[in-house]
């Protein structure tokens, strides 16, 4: 089959799949309702309840997709700008002191470090209390490029909760630092 046909065929299956009416019945009234989906259902008003894990996870990724793309002009990911930000608010800490707070393994954490340290965003220097452990502190490249994602940061967050109000929205910070909380995560990352 060649490649025009091959795209047709599959520009026909999507639009197909954008029509599609799936309905899931109920076994039961103790059950979630069902789920009856279709392209023109109004956003505000979803078919069904989706839960709650699916939702942040879905909240999760749209959310990353928009930081990485506010991130794009600087040439770092989300991941090595908390690590900067982690850096700027407790300066001196060890890569395995990171690796820890992050849950990734040293290696992991040892080449992100490099790559920001090729970039002259920090720099490790010795441990007068350790000589086998290095400290890590941000250059002043490393401080200026922190404010900037910041703001970068700040932009794409001001965008994604635009629709709700001031008091919605420190309400739901509250919320979801209650969760964070009662999920027994660390507040030092």
């Not at 086998?132 to 490029?145: D, H, V, Y």
């Amino acid at each position: 089959m060649s490649g025009k046909k091959q795209s047709v065929g599959a520009a026909r299956l999507a639009a197909e799949a954008d029509q599609a009416v799936v309905t899931v019945e109920s076994p039961g009234p103790a059950s979630r309702p069902s789920l009856a989906t279709t392209r023109d259902a109004p956003a505000t008003d979803p078919p069904f309840q989706w839960g709650m894990i699916y939702l942040l996870a879905r909240i999760f990724y749209g959310m990353r997709g928009r930081t990485e793309d506010g991130l794009k002009p600087f040439g770092l990911t989300p991941m090595q700008v908390t690590i900067l930000a982690t850096l700027d608010r407790w300066d001196g800490l060890s890569s395995a002191e990171l690796s820890r707070r992050f849950r990734v393994t040293p290696q992991t954490m040892g080449e992100m470090i490099a790559n920001l340290e090729r970039r002259s965003l920090l720099a490790r220097s010795q441990d007068p209390a350790n000589r086998r452990a290095l400290k890590l502190n941000l250059t002043s490249e490393g401080r200026k490029m922190t404010r900037l994602c910041d703001e970068a940061l700040d932009g794409v967050e001001a965008e994604m909760f635009k629709g709700l109000s001031e008091r919605d929205f420190k309400q739901l910070r509250r919320q979801l630092r209650q969760l964070h909380d009662d999920m027994g995560l660390t507040t030092e990352v």
